[in-house]
């Protein structure tokens, strides 16, 4: 199909609900990760330069059970597999999770904003590389041999997610905005919502999660019910019926 005749855009931003029926924990339910452990000692740039070795330790344990436990993806990953490959116009995932359970389930066009499990980064040289291998505060980059400055390639509290401009630019051509498992509690993820509805005011919203959000009202339409079983058939309904 020529460029000019392709149907709009979809846009789908995914948070830690839609993980966890694969076994990964989220971050603000009952028992979720920062209801047990405190962010503010392990996952923010203060934390970095207080205790280097707190956080590396945090981080190293977490990667380490992650592996352990085989974690795949679920049907409610698989559905937005489908719908990409499905869907005659563009379809972006842009994830705030560091899993790779999108790119496992088939998904191609996949935006990580808060990074991803498995890299790590140097503060000085900013070299980003593959790697599984513990850190410590003696390890050594490889490319600046600058001593304990390698660290997850992960955005902490503090600082800016990444792949910004590549993410206005989708959410400002797309005609579909969904956000699966997201509390909306943490910006500027949960301000996407009202970007698209600025500059896009034709587009749908729909909100799809366990339970509403305080987002809640800036949504067209709500779907609640564990993803698994409420994504595989609404990505049905839009592939059969588009979204109106
Ligand atoms: N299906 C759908 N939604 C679910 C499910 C499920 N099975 N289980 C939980 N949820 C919903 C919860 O109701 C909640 O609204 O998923 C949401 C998870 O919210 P958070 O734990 O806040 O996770 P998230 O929104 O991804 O957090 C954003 O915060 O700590 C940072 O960087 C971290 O990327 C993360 C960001």
Known sequence: MHQDFLPPGIAVLTGA??????????????????????LEEVATV??????KK???DFYNETRR???AAHITPNEAHEALAR?????????TIITQNIDPLHEMAGSRKVIHMHGRDGEVRCMVCKTEFASDADLTPESVCPNCRSIGELRPNIVWFGEMPIHLDEIYEVLERCGLFIA???????YPAA???LHVRRYRPRAHTIELNLEPTDNKALFHEHIYGPATKVVPPYVTRILKQGWR
């Open 17 to 38: 609900g839609i993980s966890k029926e694969s076994g990964i924990d989220t971050f603000r339910d009952d028992g979720g990760l920062w209801t047990r452990v405190n």
């Open 46 to 51: 203060d934390a970095w330069f207080r205790d």
């Open 54 to 56: 707190k956080v590396l």
């Open 65 to 67: 059970a992650f592996r």
């Open 83 to 91: 719908l990409e490959r499905e869907y005659e116009g563009e379809v």
């Open 180 to 186: 699966i498992g997201t509390s909306g509690e943490v």
């Open 191 to 193: 301000g996407f919502v």
